[in-house]
């Protein structure tokens, strides 16, 4: 209901992770439990439908209606610093499973990674959100964040790009980041009417590469319709796949 959980439907995991510096991260209270939030309705949040923060792929999201949120439907760790070691963010996030869930129109993103691992989506319909899926680089701007198995979901009729991985790095390191294309799987997705792209894929070119022992694939997806408004945040924009 609306206004619940400071503004969000439901939060799992530990608060306060932000106040504790690395040196502290052996004594930060994760979240192991096995956690099941399944067939909830969460709908018209002030900012997000459900928020995990330090949890560790434990936590699996089922057969919810996630619809509506002043922001995003699913937020997965934070981008927030410690505030004892600058540069440091100890709030991070995997889920188990997220499964067939219904993810529309939240007014920022369905699913947002700030800070951690998407592991197993599979067979959700997330569509009218600004973005879909949208994993950006590390909040620390040093490495890329990965992606397990996005399979069988319906990313469509979303006004900017269905799924955006956006392994850009961050300004002024002073140094050259290593990271490996994130997304393990992409397979047997449907992006439909997008407005900007179906799939945006993006790796820096400043990155060292690593030696990964899984494949990376993207295969039998279908795109049909996207594009027809470019996003003018990135110079190539509104494609079907946009690697």
């Known amino acids: 209901q ?22 502290h ?26 928020v995990l923060k330090n949890v560790q792929g434990m936590t699996d999201i089922v057969g919810n209606t996630i619809n509506l949120n002043g922001r995003n439907g699913i937020s997965v760790g934070s981008n927030i610093q410690s505030t004892q070691s600058q540069g440091f963010f100890m709030d991070w996030a995997s889920t188990r ?3 067939q869930n219904n993810i529309k129109n939240n ?5 947002y990674v700030y800070n951690g691992f998407l592991y197993e989506t599979i067979l959700n319909e997330i569509n009218s959100n600004k ?20 399979l069988c979901n319906d990313l469509s009729y979303n ?11 961050g300004p002024n390191l002073g140094f050259q980041p290593s990271g490996t ?35 990376r694939r993207t295969f039998n997806n279908h795109f049909e319709g996207n594009g027809f408004n470019p996003n003018p945040a ?6 079907g796949l946009n690697i």
Do not use: C, M
């Not at 400071?6 to 306060?16: E, F, K, L, R, S």
């Not at 047997?188 to 997008?194: A, E, G, V």
């Open 2 to 23: 609306p206004g619940t959980q400071y503004g969000n439907g439901i939060v799992a995991g530990t608060q306060g992770s932000q106040y504790l510096s690395p040196t």
């Open 25 to 50: 991260s052996f004594f930060i209270p994760i979240w192991g439990e096995y956690t099941n939030i399944n067939n909830n309705r969460i709908l018209s949040n002030i900012n997000d439908g459900i």
């Open 97 to 99: 499973f997220i499964y």
């Open 107 to 111: 007014v920022n993103y369905g699913i």
């Open 131 to 150: 973005k879909g899926i949208y994993v950006p680089e590390h909040p620390s701007g040093t490495n890329t964040q990965t992606v397990y198995d996005l």
């Open 159 to 169: 006004s900017e790009e269905g799924f955006n991985y956006d392994g850009k790095i």
């Open 181 to 215: 294309p994130g997304v393990r799987r992409l397979s047997n997705n449907r992006f439909l009417s997008n407005g900007a792209d179906g799939a945006r894929y993006y790796l820096d070119s400043n990155y060292l590469t690593e030696y990964t022992f899984f494949p």
């Open 234 to 239: 990135y110079l190539i924009s509104g494609y």
